[in-house]
Structures are given as C-alpha cells and as structure tokens.
C-alpha cells in the first residue's frame, strides 16, 4: 500500500476513517479543494449503514434510507455527487401488521377503529377516556405512561409496545419520556382522528407524515460509490479492506494512522489531521500511546445493537405498495419488514420482489450466530406465519450482518462521552470525531455529513465550529432551524434519549470525569 509521503506538503494531509457518509462527505469536500486526504475503509462496501448490498443481482437497502433533509447543504452537496436523473421521487407509505390486519402509519383513527372491530374499537375507546381522566402518575417521567396517558392501555400494547421491545431489547417501562419527543412526537388519539381528516398538503408539518422523498434508483449506496469515485477523480485516495489499528500521537498531535488490509499488510500513513467515523470506542482503545484508564473504561462502556437482515426472493404476486410494514405482532420476532420492490424497481428483477425481514439483535445472542440457512428458513416461516406469503413461495435467502448499526444512549453514555471528548480534545485535538458511530451520537445521514462538513472547515479555514452542537434540538422536521451548528446557534435536529442499563456491578457504574 502506498504511502501518501510524497503528497504536496503546503496543504495538511487528512487520514479520513470510514468510507459510510460522513467520512466520504469529508474526504469529498477535502478533495474539492485540493487538500490531500486518504480514506480507509475496512469493509469491501462503501457507505457504512447506508450501503447497497448486492447479492447476485438483488440489491439491498440496509434499513431504509429516505434522502429528505432541511439542511440545505447537504440537499446542495447530495444533488452535486449524484446526477438529478439517478434520483427517483418515490411515495412514501408504510403500515403496522397486527393481528393478521394492517394499519395505517402514523395512526388514522378510523382505520384503527374499524380494523379493531366494534367490540376492540368500544374497549380501546373506554381505554382512553379513562386514561385521560386517570392519566398514570408517570406520565412526565416514563414513556411507557407517556404513551398510556395518550392512547390508553389497549391501544399503547397494539401500536407501541412490542415493536418498540423488539428494537431496543429492554421493557417500554424501563424508558424515560424524552424517548417520545422523537418517536411519536405530536400524536395522541386526538391527533390522530384530525390527521385522518386533514389535507394532505398540511400533513407534511409532521415528520411522520411526509409523504415523498428522493431515492437513488440503484439504492443509497449508489451515493456513496460516486462520491468514492469523485473522490479519487480529484485526486484522493480511498482504500478498501483496510482497517485502521492504530492511530499514533506524540507531543499533544497525532502524527500517524497504522492500516492493515485483510491480507496483513500494514502501512504507517503520515497524517496532519484524522478524521475518524469508526465507533468512538474502537477509536480510543487504537490510540497509540493509550490513554489513561479511566478513558479506556469509558470507552470500553459504550453500548451497540446490531443488527441483521434476512432477505427473501418471492414473486411478485406477495409484493405490497408499503416501503416498510412494522411487525407488531408478538409471536414472531422480526421486528420489520422491507419491501425493496417499493423503494425501486432497479433493485429487484422482473416478475419478482425482495421482502428484507429485519432482526434488532445483540452481537453473539442466540439470532446473531445462528447460520444463515437456519435464518432464512426462520424468516421463511415467519413471513408464511404472518400470512404475508403462502407456504413454497420463498425460492431464495441471503442474510446481511452489520454489528454496532446504532450506538445505545444508555444512562451512562453521556459522561463516557464527555471522558472521551475532554481526553481526545486536551491531548489528540487534531483528531477529529464525526458522524453518528464516530461521535456516539442519535445521528440521522444528514447529520453525520453535516459534522464532517464543518469539520473539514475547521481543518481548512480554521472556522472554529463546534461540531457536538450539531443535532441537538427536538423539533428538527417541524421546523425550519440553524443549519450551521455553530457554538451556541442551536443544532439540526435532536438530542438522543436515554435507554436505562440495568445496573449489574460495579463494572456498570458510571465513570468518573477526569483529565489524562
């Protein structure tokens, strides 16, 4: 593998890690402007959870991923790296499956009613009456009474309480309130009847409820592969199977980044600044020297879900308009279901569809290491199960694994955060954190390629951006704010909510803030 020595030394050279969205939105606008950069990636992909993966022709959203934002650089820059005629304008729709019925999302009154039934319908009503008279007495603390002091009992386990357990793996009950200013923001059964009368034109004012958005026909990673090329066409490099093991620091700067293909090459690359879109915990625990235990821990105590698609070829006959149906059914442990035919026709094949079944999972559980013929022949009889398919229908599988999709927001990752944040600032400050695993932060696409724009300002132009205000307002869809995440002008989008960990040990207790 080269080394980048001989690079024009009158600009810094940028190691950038990571070729998902954030790292190749920084080693695009670097290369755009003339500034050498090398981006590793240790996958054989590019675009992180927003990759394309094709498997004999089938090509597969990991996901889901709209291109909606109200961030107008990153609307300019996604428009700049792919060609207008390469975006699709595509419907949204999506629905929730219980009990052999679907049900429109976010939730219309009458249709909820009337696929209740009259009977289920009467009770669910009652249920919320009363749950507005008795509201439960944790209502401002918990989100499971959060949403029972909306919809009442019966509706809260139709609509909210399986599928939100299947996703995060712990009780509803075990959840603060904030997690409803994302989830379920501006709805109750109220606004839900409203909603179903509502022109549509005025429901866009709910995130909910946008109704359309842009769509690489060949899918997101189609993004992501013409920034790559770009990137290299402006005369950047981006390597493939290449993992950074080290990143090596001396006199307060880091100087240099160890990477190691998959045939055990390993290179030293020379670098000026790094930025880094790999999991914030791996990124620490790679610094060379070590920091100090006390960081170490809090790095070692950040938390992931994983995540794993199986998907499964069936004729066309068994496809359905939703991008998505959620499966709140209990007896099935596939959490959604994607239907890749309804995101774009260029990623299926003719007379045939592909239904991507998705599993929220823990790396090494008992979903995780199960092999993959065992998981399509589970997600086969799932889908004939729920009556999605009829028996024989399935007449092929492929199963797509991607470990740390989303970092938990556990009670304790904020201040582990905030020991890495303080240690990489007074010591490494030159290394640059970006993107939602790289900054261990409640990121959409968006966000991620906003923090690596201003970070490579701030490499460039010196521009003094503080990147962690990025995303840290609740009303990011509702409302037209900062787009510049600038110090003290507000954020994007959102802060994250936390999912409490319960407390085992000591080893679970929460670490102390302390300088390196």
């Keep these: 593998m080269p080394n980048p020595d001989t690079l024009p030394s009158d600009r810094p050279h940028t190691v950038v890690i990571g070729a998902g969205p954030a790292g190749l939105t920084a080693a695009y606008q670097l290369a755009t402007r003339g500034a050498p950069v090398s981006c590793y990636e240790a996958d054989d992909v590019v675009g992180g959870?927003?990759?394309?993966?094709?498997?004999?022709?089938?090509?597969?959203?990991?996901?889901?991923?709209?291109?909606?934002?109200?961030?107008?650089?990153?609307?300019?820059?996604?428009?700049?790296?792919?060609?207008?005629?390469?975006?699709?304008?595509?419907?949204?729709?999506?629905?929730i499956y219980y009990n052999g019925k679907l049900y429109d999302y976010p939730l219309k009154a009458l249709n909820a009613l009337v696929n209740l039934g009259l009977a289920e319908a009467s009770l669910a009503i009652a249920s919320y009456l009363w749950a507005?008279?008795?509201?439960?007495?944790?209502?401002?603390?918990?989100?499971?009474?959060?949403?029972?002091?909306?919809?009442?009992?019966r509706l809260y386990r139709t609509f909210f309480k399986t599928y939100t357990e299947k996703v995060w793996g712990m009780p509803v009950s075990q959840m603060p309130v904030d997690w409803a200013a994302q989830r379920v923001k501006g709805l109750s059964l109220a606004a839900a009847i409203v909603n179903a009368v509502l022109p549509k034109r005025n429901q866009k004012k709910i995130t909910s409820l946008i109704e359309e958005f842009r769509y690489p026909k060949y899918g997101p990673g189609m993004m992501w592969e013409a920034a790559a090329a770009k990137v290299e066409k402006l005369g950047g490099r981006v390597v493939m199977n290449a993992s950074a093991t080290r990143i090596h620091h001396e006199d307060g700067r880091a100087v240099a980044v160890t990477v190691r293909t998959r045939s055990g090459e390993c290179s030293r690359v020379l670098a000026d600044h790094v930025i880094s879109s790999m999991p914030m915990s791996t990124l620490l625990t790679s610094m060379d020297p070590p920091p100090p235990?006390?960081?170490?821990?809090?790095?070692?105590?950040?938390?992931?879900?994983?995540?794993?698609?199986?998907a499964l070829i069936v004729s066309e006959e068994?496809?359905?308009?939703?991008?998505?149906?959620?499966?709140?059914?209990?007896?099935?442990?596939?959490?959604?279901?994607?239907?890749?035919?309804?995101?774009?026709?260029?990623?299926?094949?003719?007379?045939?569809?592909?239904?991507?079944?998705?599993?929220?999972?823990?790396e090494g559980d008992d979903m995780w290491v199960r092999p993959d013929d065992e998981l399509v022949a589970l997600g086969t009889a799932e889908l004939e199960t729920l009556g999605l398919v009829r028996p024989g229908a399935v007449e092929r599988g492929y199963v797509v694994r991607v470990p740390k999709a989303y970092p938990t927001y556990d009670q304790f990752y904020r201040r582990n955060v905030e020991v890495m944040r303080e240690w990489l600032a007074l010591h490494v400050p030159n290394v640059h954190p970006v993107g939602r695993n790289g900054m261990h932060r409640y990121n959409n696409a968006d966000h991620s390629m906003l923090t690596a724009m201003l970070t490579v300002e701030n490499i460039l132009d010196d521009a003094g951006h503080d990147i962690w205000t990025v995303n840290v307002e609740e009303e990011y869809h509702e409302e037209k704010v900062s787009e510049r995440g600038r110090a003290g002008g507000g954020g994007t989008g959102r802060d994250a909510p936390v999912i409490p960990r319960p407390v085992v040990g000591p080893a679970s207790a929460p670490r102390s803030v302390g300088r390196g």
């Design 318 to 362: 068994f496809s359905f308009p939703d991008n998505w149906i959620y499966i709140h059914d209990p007896g099935v442990r596939v959490g959604r279901i994607q239907n890749y035919g309804s995101w774009s026709p260029y990623l299926v094949k003719e007379g045939r569809t592909c239904l991507g079944l998705e599993f929220f999972v823990f």
């Design 49 to 95: 959870i927003s990759r394309t993966v094709v498997r004999d022709g089938w090509r597969f959203d990991i996901g889901g991923h709209r291109f909606f934002t109200k961030v107008s650089q990153v609307d300019a820059l996604w428009r700049e790296i792919l060609p207008e005629e390469d975006f699709l304008l595509r419907p949204r729709m999506s629905r």
């Design 132 to 153: 507005r008279v008795r509201p439960p007495k944790e209502r401002a603390t918990n989100y499971e009474a959060w949403l029972v002091a909306r919809f009442g009992w």
């Design 293 to 310: 235990a006390h960081v170490l821990d809090a790095a070692n105590d950040l938390r992931y879900r994983d995540y794993l698609t199986v």
